[in-house]
């Protein structure tokens, strides 16, 4: 089983600061992590994964992960926020199976402020 | 190319009816999965199509069917609605033989019961 923990429900930062959103996973398996961002009234976005290949991962709009097994966090972060970042952001979690099976268990999500 | 359309985006039904949503994958994308969005239980994931196929279901009641077509196009069922059924239903799709795991979510339809 697998289990995601976002820490921080709600994170503010102010414009040009850095952005800092905490992951947590728990996987019995080797597993694949993505962070997705939602904007209001809006789906999901992919910003970025990690599928065992480099640990650093770039995303999307600045955006960058690095998987730390050893502490099993996938924290995102970015240099400078932008008011546009303002949005949720969701960390999800897949075991590497094999199978071809995607079923994401997703963490509660952490709503970003950009304080201008 | 055209990304995850659903349909409708908004409803509003009573409780006891029953209801059916629409997912249409982006083009060349064979896996459909669904998700149930709430302020309180967050993302849950409710099952996942492939070639008309259900190869992977969630935690959730016999009430929450779906379905695939041959075209990958895929609908859920609500059957017998409850007032807790009020949500955000996500669809997502995935390409088969593409990236691994790697899912594109449509606008999702805002189901309100009542």
């Known amino acids: 089983a697998q289990s995601v923990t976002q820490l921080g429900s709600h994170v503010s930062v102010s414009e040009g600061a850095l952005v800092l959103l905490r992951c947590n996973y728990s996987s019995s398996v080797p597993p694949y992590l993505f962070w997705y961002v939602q904007y209001p009234n809006q789906g999901l976005q992919l910003l970025l994964k990690y599928t065992s290949a480099a640990t650093l991962v770039k995303g999307i709009n600045g955006f960058e992960a690095e998987f730390k097994k050893s502490e099993t966090s996938f924290h995102l972060t970015k240099p400078s926020a932008h008011m546009s970042d303002a949005a949720e952001y969701f960390c999800?979690?897949?075991?590497?199976?094999?199978?071809?099976?995607?079923?994401?268990?997703f963490g509660k999500g952490t709503k970003l402020s950009v304080i201008p | 190319k055209a990304g995850v359309t659903q349909t409708p985006r908004y409803l509003i039904k009573t409780r006891g009816q029953q209801v059916t949503l629409s997912c249409s994958p982006i083009s060349g994308h064979r896996s459909v999965s669904w998700y149930q969005q709430t302020p309180g239980q967050g993302l849950q994931f409710l099952f996942e199509y492939f070639s008309e196929t259900q190869r992977n279901k969630g935690n959730f009641p016999g009430r929450f069917s779906g379905r695939q077509f041959s075209n990958s196009r895929s609908e859920m069922n609500v059957s017998t609605l409850e007032l807790g059924d009020s949500a955000l239903y996500l669809c997502?799709?995935?390409?088969?033989?593409?990236?691994?795991?790697?899912?594109?979510f449509g606008p999702g339809t805002r189901l309100t019961v009542t």
């Open positions: 997502a799709s995935s390409p088969a033989g593409g990236s691994p795991y790697e899912q594109y």
């Open positions: 999800a979690v897949t075991p590497y199976s094999g199978a071809g099976s995607y079923q994401l268990t």
